[in-house]
Structures are given as C-alpha cells and as structure tokens.
C-alpha cells in the first residue's frame, strides 16, 4: 500500500503567546505519532518554532518531546523537510545533523509521487514592502547574524518573543485577505509561465486556502497550529486539508 505526504506550517512551538506551550508541543507530538506509519514525507513549511538561534556550541532549550520524534521517524526512514520561515530563521547544522533531517531556505520545486509541487514558507513571494523585506534581509545578514549573536541570550530571547507577540496582536482579517489575495495572485502569475505545476503550497498566513488557480493547478496555505491544527495529505493524486484535534 502507497504511502500519503503530509504538509504542515506555522506551528510556533514555544510562543509566549500560546496559553499551554507544552500542550501545543503534545499535540504535535501526537499528531506525528499518528502518521508514522501512514507517511512516507513529511514536510514542515516554516515557523515550526516560534524562536530559534543556534550557537555554536549551545542550543535553546525546550522542544525536547517534538525534536525527538522527528528524530525517531527520521531515524525510521521517513524524509522530513524542514523550510525556513520568518520566526525560525537562524537554523544552521545543528538540527539537520542531530535529527537527519532536510533544512531548506527558499523555494523548492519538485516532483512528488507523480506531481510537481512549488514549495515555500511563504513570506518571500509575491508582492512585499519594502520595509519587510529589509527587515527580512538584515535577519538573513551573515555579519548581523554574527553581531546578534554577541548579544547576551536573556536579552535576545525576551527581544524575539515579544516581537513575535506584538506581529500576532497586529494580525487582523484584512491583513489576512490581503497576503491570501497576494499569494494567489503570485501562484497564477507563476503558473502561466510554469504549466508543469500541478501545486504551490505555502504557509506563513495563518489561513487554510485550497483554491484552483489553472486549469488542475490547484494553490494550498496550510493554516496554523495555534488553533486550527490542519495540515495537508497528498495521497498520490489529490491533496486535502484536515485537522487534528486529538
């Protein structure tokens, strides 16, 4: 029996904002404990961690349950892919060497069971202001990275959660159309010149949308893990957005 590809984003692990973070954490946990034998990928498309710099020689604590069990199904022989998002960041080796996992920053665009898939977290397509994208590209800055990282950890810390809280508070729907609309617009443009796509699947919105674009092609955002809990299955053929709620 063929295995299904899951596709999940937006988790925060560890956000102050989430009223149990441990809880969150379980239900991650139990949700990947249910597919482990059902999944053949796994693909987490950005912001899994609400917070993340790695050191050198020191790692944050925490997601000790979630980071073992991508180590178990990894260790099973499942791929798991892992993009970069705008909270999680400052991945390096640590993670894909500890958990054999697969760290992508960017775009990818590959052949899944058949099908051919545009992946990306999401906050770098389509139009953008320029105030983010500056901000986006001092994150990504090797010598800001470094500069940062000077920086004594109980300052940075409380720096990023706080600035991941106030991001959230300033979410609203219209903020939240808008971005949708954007994404989409940025999925058809991209299509027209690209008809081999059958799916562009993104996060970053905190928004479930499975809407066709062209003709099959066919344009995913995979909510949250806040209070939606949904993600993604391709079985082969057709994709489908559920959600966990065990």
């Given at each position: 029996?063929?295995?299904?590809?899951y596709f999940l984003?937006?988790?925060?692990?560890?956000?102050s904002?989430l009223?149990?973070p441990?809880e969150c954490?379980k239900r991650?946990?139990r949700f990947?404990?249910?597919i482990?034998?059902?999944?053949?990928?796994?693909?987490l498309?950005?912001?899994?961690?609400?917070y993340?710099?790695?050191y050198r020689?020191?790692v944050?604590k925490?997601?000790?349950?979630?980071?073992?069990?991508?180590a178990?199904?990894?260790?099973s022989?499942?791929k798991?892919?892992w993009f970069?998002?705008n909270?999680?960041i400052?991945?390096?080796?640590y993670?894909p060497?500890e958990l054999g996992?697969e760290?992508?920053?960017g775009i990818?665009?590959?052949?899944i069971?058949?099908?051919?898939?545009?992946?990306?977290h999401?906050?770098?397509?389509g139009?953008?202001?320029?105030?983010?994208?500056f901000?986006r590209?001092?994150?990504?800055?090797?010598v800001?990275?470094?500069?940062?990282?000077?920086?004594?950890?109980c300052?940075?810390?409380?720096f990023a959660?706080?600035?991941?809280?106030?991001?959230?508070k300033a979410e609203?729907n219209?903020?939240?159309?808008a971005a949708?609309?954007?994404?989409t617009?940025f999925?058809?443009?991209h299509?027209?010149?690209?008809?081999?796509?059958?799916?562009y699947?993104?996060?970053h919105?905190?928004?479930?949308?499975?809407?066709p674009?062209?003709d099959t092609?066919?344009c995913?955002?995979?909510g949250?893990w806040?209070?939606?809990?949904s993600y993604?299955?391709?079985?082969?053929?057709n994709?489908t957005?559920?959600n966990?709620n065990n």
């Amino acid at each position: 029996m063929s295995k299904n590809v899951y596709f999940l984003s937006d988790l925060h692990l560890g956000a102050s904002y989430l009223q149990n973070p441990l809880e969150c954490e379980k239900r991650v946990v139990r949700f990947l404990d249910s597919i482990k034998d059902k999944a053949s990928e796994i693909y987490l498309l950005g912001d899994i961690l609400d917070y993340w710099y790695e050191y050198r020689h020191v790692v944050p604590k925490g997601y000790v349950r979630f980071l073992g069990k991508l180590a178990e199904l990894a260790d099973s022989g499942i791929k798991i892919h892992w993009f970069i998002g705008n909270h999680d960041i400052w991945i390096f080796n640590y993670l894909p060497q500890e958990l054999g996992i697969e760290v992508t920053d960017g775009i990818m665009v590959k052949d899944i069971m058949g099908k051919r898939f545009f992946l990306n977290h999401g906050d770098a397509v389509g139009k953008r202001k320029a105030s983010f994208l500056f901000i986006r590209w001092i994150f990504r800055n090797k010598v800001c990275q470094f500069l940062y990282s000077m920086l004594p950890s109980c300052l940075t810390i409380p720096f990023a959660h706080n600035w991941s809280s106030h991001s959230r508070k300033a979410e609203n729907n219209d903020c939240i159309n808008a971005a949708l609309h954007n994404i989409t617009n940025f999925a058809k443009e991209h299509a027209q010149s690209n008809p081999d796509i059958d799916f562009y699947v993104f996060g970053h919105l905190h928004t479930i949308a499975n809407e066709p674009i062209k003709d099959t092609t066919r344009c995913i955002v995979l909510g949250d893990w806040i209070d939606k809990f949904s993600y993604a299955v391709f079985d082969g053929e057709n994709i489908t957005i559920e959600n966990f709620n065990n």
